[in-house]
């Protein structure tokens, strides 16, 4: 009887667990783990619910070699039928006292940065454009491995 109850309530958690969730992530190689200021990969989603919020995510993957403690970023986005684009700059901290803000594995680190603080809404369906460029003074920018986006509708 016992083991029928723990069997049943494990059962619910596991199908409570399974809501699915609206995402998009995309990451971009980085040649040779030097991110040079010309390149500046384009990556592109769509929005399909603009009755939905959003939360959005700068990820980046560096090795523990990275020499600083932050990275300044321009995101230039374009939206669905629009030609003009929208720049803004970011800086985003990825230590703190020394030790790496984000997960890391062996000398592996991954940083899932929130660009807002409040999840945000997109005005139009359609196929946005978000273009990442890195504005830090060395050029090359060594031991960047990946950059990317990623956007996940916001829990209600």
């Not at 384009?42 to 009755?51: A, V």
């Not at 273009?131 to 031991?143: A, I, K, N, V, Y």
């Amino acid at each position: 009887m016992r083991k029928s109850v723990y069997l049943l309530f494990f059962s619910m958690i596991s199908l409570a667990s399974c809501e699915t969730m609206d995402l998009f992530e995309k990451n971009v190689k980085i040649p040779k783990h030097a991110w040079e200021s010309r390149f500046k990969p384009e990556l592109q989603f769509e929005i399909k619910d603009t009755s939905a919020s959003y939360r959005i995510f700068f990820v980046i993957r560096h090795t523990d070699a990275y020499e600083y403690e932050n990275i300044w970023v321009n995101l230039t986005s374009t939206s669905p039928g629009d030609t003009l684009s929208v720049s803004q700059k970011f800086e985003f901290k990825l230590a703190t006292f020394d030790k790496w803000t984000g997960s890391g594995m062996d000398d592996i680190f991954e940083h899932r940065i929130s660009l807002y603080r409040q999840p945000v809404k997109f005005k139009n369906k359609g196929l946005y454009k978000v273009g990442l460029e890195q504005l830090m003074r060395d050029d090359p920018l060594e031991h960047i491995m990946n950059v990317g986006l990623r956007v996940e509708k916001a829990q209600r």
